[in-house]
């Protein structure tokens, strides 16, 4: 059982930065990798990005160059850092964990956080 926890989210300018934090809570469960799914009004959810306990990192396309991700292993936390942030970053930020060495592919997830590029 794993409970996840987001925050950090807020308001953006456009090309401005924001930082997510995710901490998880677990009792047996081996985390091996967390990371982070978005969904934007309308639009269906979809990855942004994953790091496993061995530090190997994904990105989707939309965010390559832009957002980086990092872990503390032995905190279960993981972060997200967003810089030169645009309009089509709107959207609630989901933090997720799992037990297999897997960027993009989580068992378990916060309530979500939300996060708002505006001028």
């Known amino acids: 059982q794993v409970q996840l926890v987001e925050s950090g989210g807020g308001l953006a300018q456009p090309g401005g930065s924001l930082r997510l934090s995710c901490t998880a809570s677990?009792?047996?469960?081996?985390?091996?990798?967390m990371g982070w799914y978005r969904q934007a009004p309308g639009k269906a959810r979809e990855f942004v990005a994953g790091v496993t306990s061995g530090g190997r990192a994904k990105f989707a396309d939309a965010v390559k160059g832009r957002f980086d991700i990092s872990s503390n292993n032995a905190n279960n936390m993981a972060f997200l850092q967003m810089n030169n942030m645009r309009s089509d970053d709107t959207a609630v930020y989901y933090c997720?964990?799992?037990?297999?060495?897997?960027?993009?592919?989580?068992?378990?997830w916060g309530q979500g956080t939300q996060v708002t590029v505006s001028s």
């Open positions: 677990t009792d047996r469960f081996a985390i091996n990798a």
């Open positions: 997720g964990a799992g037990s297999d060495y897997t960027q993009d592919k989580y068992d378990y």
